[in-house]
């Protein structure tokens, strides 16, 4: 019999992202973006599914993953969207049009930082959003995501 194919999530950062580690560490703290994927990648691989972890400064590429997870049939999205969040009804827009099931993730606590960082577009689209776990964030927002498309840890 044919092991079944590994189901995608997409995990999607955006802008200024690839600086975490240096970018402002009392605030985002040392790990890496390499960190952040290594860490999806095995979260991910606990429930059989695959990891496609994907960066991009621009708005427009990030609608283009976001609409590349549907074409690909893909079981979930996380995104961290940066400061996009705060800004993109694009993103918002492309993510409530594929209706696969997102988490949004920031590594900050976004409530607890200047005021137009209270806003999130790309929150109203998820069905869930993290914020202030630092990247641990981004495994409680797989094991969410897993729980919600009843993905069930492999032994």
Known sequence: MAKAPEQT??????????????REPETYGHATLA???????????????????RQSNHEGELVDFIHE????????????????????????????AVKIPAVEVHVS??????????HSFTAVAAFASLCGF?????????NGLAARIGAKVKA
């Open 69 to 96: 997870a549907h074409a690909k049939k893909a079981v979930g999205i996380v995104i961290n969207a940066g400061a996009y969040s705060h800004t993109s009804i694009a993103l918002h827009d492309a993510l409530v």
């Open 109 to 118: 606590n976004i409530h607890a930082r200047e005021s137009f960082r209270h």
């Open 9 to 22: 999530i997409y995990v999607l950062n955006g802008p200024n992202l690839n600086l975490l580690g240096t």
């Open 35 to 53: 960190d952040v994927e290594k860490l999806c990648t095995e979260t991910a691989a606990q429930f059989g599914l695959r990891a496609d972890c």
């Open 134 to 142: 630092g990247i641990e964030g981004y495994r409680l927002a797989i």
